[in-house]
Each structure stands twice: as structure tokens, then as C-alpha cells.
């Protein structure tokens, strides 16, 4: 369980893949470069990605920070991003069951409350990918909205 992320160490390119609007039934797509980097920290309870996304509109950063919990064997996953620098996003809770992850939280979108879901699947040495969904109806249907395919670079 600590050991979890263990396959995300290094270097990576990705493949992002964005919806345009989110939560508005859109279904346009923004498709950009970017790379990662990840870390482990505090012997592997703590692990965390330095992110470059290369939007059409300008480039940014970001960073993931994942801490493990010992005790409830959970991972929670904040994302900071360069843009808004003094706020961090509501974490995402969960875990690994036959190799994949699924993490839920929750936040707010355009004033309104969501539920916030991260999978982590298809992992190899090589490759991997993420998938961020949105559900304004409690869980009970979900929208993706981001996807990023990482292969390794290093």
C-alpha cells in the first residue's frame, strides 16, 4: 500500500486531453503536451509530482502531493496549481483494488457543489493513465473531463 504510487517515480511525457466546459454537456476537447515529474518523500508515506502543462492558451505548473495514511490505508491527492498559488484544491480520497486507483472527493464548480472522481489504471513500467470525472448528481452518473496518458521518459 505504500508502495502504491511506486510505479509513477521519475520522468514522464503526457498526453492531456481536456474537455473545453465542464459539467455544461460540452464536447469539445483540448488536447496538449506536458510533463512529470514524481518524488517520494517521508520514506514513501508522501510522494509528489512536479507538473509542466503546455496549454494552447499558455503554459503553467502544477503540483500533485499524495499522502498515505497508515491507519484508514488511504491515499489523499491535493493539486496546487501555479496559476492560483494560495489555493490549494479540496483532496481526493481512496485507493488501489486490482491495480487501480479510485479516489473520490468533493469541491464546488461555478457555485455549485460536485463530486470529484480520480482513476489510476492500465499501469505498466512504461505507461500509465489518469482520468478526472465530475458528478453533479451525488455519484450517481459521471462526466470525464480530463484524461492524461503518461509514458515514461527516463
Not at 107 to 122: A, K, Q, S, T, Y
Request: proline share 5%; glycine share 8%.
Amino acid at each position: 500500500m505504500l508502495d502504491d504510487f511506486a510505479f509513477l517515480a521519475g520522468r514522464w511525457r503526457v498526453q492531456h486531453r481536456r474537455l473545453a466546459l465542464r459539467l455544461a454537456g460540452c464536447t469539445d476537447w483540448i488536447e496538449f503536451a506536458g510533463t512529470s515529474r514524481m518524488q517520494h518523500a517521508l520514506a514513501g508515506q508522501v510522494n509528489v509530482d512536479d507538473n509542466e502543462l503546455a496549454l494552447p492558451t499558455g503554459p503553467y505548473r502544477a503540483l500533485t502531493l499524495r499522502a498515505f495514511d497508515p491507519i484508514s490505508a488511504t491515499w489523499a491527492i491535493w493539486w496546487l496549481d501555479s496559476r492560483h498559488p494560495h489555493h490549494l484544491d479540496p483532496p481526493v480520497v481512496g485507493r488501489f483494488e486490482a491495480g487501480v486507483g479510485t479516489f473520490y472527493g468533493d469541491d464546488v464548480l461555478d457555485g455549485r457543489p460536485i463530486r470529484v472522481r480520480f482513476l489510476w489504471h492500465d499501469i505498466t513500467p512504461t505507461s500509465c493513465r489518469w482520468e478526472q470525472a465530475f458528478s453533479a448528481d451525488g455519484g450517481a452518473t459521471w462526466e470525464t473531463n480530463w484524461v492524461m496518458t503518461f509514458t515514461r521518459s527516463e
